[in-house]
């Protein structure tokens, strides 16, 4: 069964613009985290994704969204890059909301100059 | 509110000494607890995982941890180092009966020396 996959793995991008990142999950979970992972702040939960609804959603400001597809693929869009935006974004998959046990995506590396 | 603390940030051992990475808890119920590993420029790998069964949970790679809960500890040891094993480690809890959004610790790095 294939992994998480994530794209693009790597993406530069200047201040003021906006990126999306994309996630296919493992085939059959329908549930998408998202995580920002950075030296200083460690691993943060952005959101979750389950049935296309957003579930749960972490402390981020609303330049940061997402959505989820019927093929429970997800998007994560951030509007109005900021360097401190710069960080490892990391999707994770799990059968369903609730589940304590997520798999991994391989991340995209996000480079704001 | 739940909380994971890990001491070190980096750990540095001999190749075939014995692996301890440090992890405390704070956690208002009952947790889960996770240990993943990371490698360079990858995602996160589960380890290994306590779910209120067994408090000695062995996981992947020969890797076991165990719960203590008089101590709010979750300890990741191995008993012989090898190269392979150098990477990040995360600790990371869920509260039982929340959102089941785990908190991670900052992470340790693991170090082999040859």
């Known amino acids: 069964k294939a992994g998480v996959t994530q794209t693009p793995r790597y993406l530069i991008k200047t201040r003021g613009q906006q990126v999306t990142l994309s996630c296919s999950p493992i085939?059959?979970?329908?549930?998408v985290s998202w995580y920002q992972q950075t030296p200083g702040q460690g691993l943060q939960f952005l959101f979750e994704y389950f049935s296309e609804t957003q579930r749960n959603k972490g402390n981020f400001p609303g330049r940061f969204s997402g959505r989820q597809f019927s093929n429970s693929r997800s998007e994560m869009n951030v509007s109005t890059l900021e360097l401190g935006d710069s960080a490892l974004y990391l999707c994770?998959?799990?059968?369903?909301?609730?589940?304590?046990?997520?798999?991994f995506g391989p991340g995209t590396r996000l480079t704001v100059l | 509110a739940q909380s994971v603390t890990q001491l070190g940030s980096h750990v540095s051992v001999s190749e075939g000494a014995l692996v301890l990475l440090r992890c405390n808890y704070s956690s208002s119920v009952p947790p889960y607890l996770f240990w993943y590993v990371q490698y360079p420029n990858q995602g996160l790998q589960l380890l290994l995982k306590?779910?209120?069964?067994?408090?000695l949970v062995k996981g992947i790679n020969g890797f076991e941890a165990e719960f203590k809960k008089s101590e709010t500890s979750f300890h990741l040891t191995k008993p012989s180092a090898h190269m392979s094993d150098a990477a990040e480690y995360f600790c990371?809890?869920?509260?039982?009966?929340?959102?089941?959004?785990?908190?991670f610790g900052r992470g340790t790095s693991l170090i082999v020396h040859p």
């Open positions: 990371a809890v869920i509260r039982s009966g929340g959102s089941y959004i785990p908190t």
């Open positions: 306590y779910t209120s069964a067994a408090t």
């Open positions: 085939s059959g979970h329908r549930s």
């Open positions: 994770a998959s799990s059968l369903t909301s609730g589940s304590n046990e997520q798999f």
